[in-house]
């Protein structure tokens, strides 16, 4: 019995497995796929736990990606203001009323000379030039001088000081210290930074010449079109000419601030550019010169008066330029120092006039060093004629000089003058010299 | 007599002017009698013309890039009075200055952006040339002005490619041996590309051989 049982009870239980597909084998098959499936489950929590956490890592990444851009928002914002602001401020400053500049120019140079009695020695100069304006109504300048003397101590100047009201389009009035308007070197040309050579030119200096140098009273001057072309004047009265207390000076043709013989000096300029590479000019000056008294006595005066011209070419690389100014002083009774008594001295007659022309290389080569050199010739010549102490500064003179420009007005000048003086040694002298304009 | 008729010729010149000068001065106190203009369109183009025939008669040519607008008002007023300029010329070649200097910010009287420039809708190569680059660079092409390169030369400035000239046309350039550099687009900043294709084409037909 108990067999026969076993045996219908395992057929039954085959039976049912064949019935529903459950067999030893397939359960074991199946445990191996869950195990498989269990561990690709587990594998994809883990990557899923993975990815989580490379979520929040750029989460805070991003946070603080915000975090920055909003820092840099608000330092763009900042700066933005900021440059508003002082933008503000610079468009209020450039359009103030009053508006100034320092220009000016500074001098340093070296000078060698045989002959006479000087000696060689360095000299420096600064030249201050305080532009200040009133919208462009009114400008005021002025340029000082300081230089160093033999002795050590500082010379002080003031070139020129006025006020000047552009009162139209062709004409402004000037008033105060101002560069005399006779003739183009001294107006224009005078400042180191300009000169082509490191030394003026015979006659037109402060010591003996006949130059007219500055003056101090007031003057109208201003420019005009002719056609398509341009002229200048100028027309001035001021305080004069005075005779120097040392002879051989001549005339003193600086503007001072008095009047000694109460007699004004009148003159002017005029000017054209008959091309535009091309200017001349004509002045004049009339003034009366007073006697000096010395230890005392009667003096008188005599007539001065002043007649010049002037030109320029100035074309490509060259500069070509040239000036002649004639003097004539009436004869007078004066006196020279203090322990003189006044007698008379004849009239005198000064011719003084120079020719310069000057090439810059840098029509010749593209060189950039040697396009920076420039040579440079001039001819000049001071004649007086009529009371002896007068002439002693006669002079013919060549100068012949080599310029490296830096810049537009920076330069190395080196010159070598030759001196033949008519009633004093002949010298020879080289000068280098550096000048700055600003 | 005749020095009291010179006196009297003086007093009576200075009395002319101020009676002249008078509708002008009348303009009202704390106002720019004459103030400087830059209104026309072409004022710096008249200002390149002026600086290449005036700025060098006693001086060398001052770079643009020297200073500031600011400064350059004050210093255009102050050559007006000692190099006696008339009020016109001193405005255009201030005018040129301003607009050569790169600085973008302008000094009193600056003009608003593109009213002192030339406008370059419908002017040709030959036009814009003839306005802001014959100043320096001449009618002939050779250079009017120390340093200024000669276009007619047959290994010269012309011998380079079209966008290396357009490249030094556009930002300025410094020949070798030049004393200073020409400013971008001639100082004339309202010109565009096509103006500056246009010109340096004309400056090829005119003064040398043709460059691709």
Aim: with cysteine; net charge negative.
């Amino acid at each position: 019995m108990t067999g026969r049982f076993a045996t219908i009870l395992a057929a039954t239980a085959v039976a049912l497995m064949l019935l529903t597909g459950f067999s030893p084998i397939a359960v074991a098959q199946s445990n191996d796929e869950l195990l498989a499936r269990i561990e690709a489950l587990e594998q994809k929590l883990e990557n899923i736990g993975k990815a989580q956490q490379e979520l929040e890592d750029l989460k805070r990444q991003l946070f603080r990606a915000q975090e920055n851009s909003s820092q840099a928002l608000e330092k763009a914002e900042s700066a933005e203001q900021n440059a508003s602001a002082a933008m503000i401020e610079a468009q209020a400053e450039s359009n103030a009323t009053i508006q100034w500049h320092l220009a000016g120019y500074g001098t340093a140079d070296y000078t060698n000379i045989d002959g006479g009695r000087e000696t060689d020695a360095f000299a420096a100069a600064f030249n201050p030039i305080f532009l200040v304006g009133y919208g462009d109504l009114v400008t005021w300048e002025s340029e000082l001088e300081f230089s160093t003397n033999r002795d050590g101590s500082t010379k002080t100047e003031i070139e020129f000081s006025n006020l000047n009201l552009l009162a139209t389009d062709w004409l402004t009035f000037t008033a105060g210290k101002f560069l005399s308007p006779i003739g183009d070197f001294q107006a224009h040309l005078h400042p180191t930074w300009i000169n082509k050579l490191p030394f003026r030119p015979a006659g037109f200096a402060e010591d003996g010449g006949n130059e007219s140098l500055t003056e101090v009273g007031f003057m109208g001057r201003g420019a005009f079109f002719l056609g398509s072309r341009t002229a200048n004047y100028s027309i001035f009265v001021g305080n004069g000419p005075q005779l120097s207390d040392e002879a051989e000076e001549g005339v003193k043709y600086e503007g001072s601030g008095g009047d000694v013989n109460d007699n004004k000096a009148f003159g002017g300029r005029i000017g054209f550019h008959p091309l535009p590479y091309l200017s001349v000019g004509f002045s004049g000056m009339r003034s009366k010169v007073a006697g000096r008294p010395g230890s005392g006595g009667s003096v008188t005066h005599g007539d001065l008066n002043l007649q010049d011209f002037d030109f320029a070419f100035t074309r490509g690389e060259w500069d070509i330029r040239g000036e002649w100014v004639r003097s004539d002083l009436d004869p007078l009774v004066t006196a020279f120092g203090d322990d003189e008594a006044p007698a008379p001295i004849p009239g005198t007659t000064w011719n003084s006039w120079y020719a310069q022309a000057a090439y810059r290389l840098s029509g010749l080569t593209e060189n950039t060093v040697f396009g920076n050199l420039e040579p440079v010739f001039r001819y000049s010549q001071l004649n007086a004629k009529g009371f002896q102490e007068f002439k002693v500064n006669n002079e013919d003179r060549w100068t012949l000089g080599l310029n490296y420009w830096f810049g537009p007005s920076l330069v190395a000048k080196f010159a070598f003058a030759n001196r033949d003086f008519e009633f004093q040694e002949d010298q020879h002298v080289v000068r280098l010299q550096m000048s700055f304009g600003f | 007599m005749k020095a009291t008729m010179i006196k009297r010729t003086a007093i009576l010149a200075f009395v002319l002017m101020g009676v002249l000068a008078l509708p002008a001065l009348s303009a009202g106190a704390g106002q720019s009698a004459v103030p400087l203009r830059n209104t026309a369109t072409d004022a710096a183009a008249r200002g390149a013309k002026a600086w290449s025939e005036n700025c060098n008669r006693c001086h060398n040519y001052r770079n643009p890039k020297e200073t500031s607008d600011k400064n350059w008002h004050v210093i255009a007023n102050h050559m007006r009075v000692l190099a006696k300029f008339p009020g016109q010329t001193v405005s255009d070649i201030l005018a040129f200055l301003q607009a050569s200097d790169n600085s973008g910010f302008g000094g009193m009287g600056t003009p608003a952006p593109g009213s002192t420039t030339v406008p370059s809708q419908g002017l040709s190569g030959e036009e814009i040339y003839n306005q802001t680059c014959v100043a320096c660079h001449g009618g002939n092409g050779t250079g009017l002005l120390p340093g200024v390169p000669n276009f007619t030369r047959e290994n010269g400035p012309l011998a380079r490619s079209d966008d290396e000239l357009l490249l030094h046309i556009a930002n300025g350039y410094q020949s070798p041996g030049s004393p200073m550099a020409m400013p971008p687009k001639g100082g004339n900043a309202a010109l565009k590309n096509s103006d500056l294709r246009a010109v340096l084409s004309y400056i090829r037909e005119s003064f040398g051989k043709p460059q691709h």
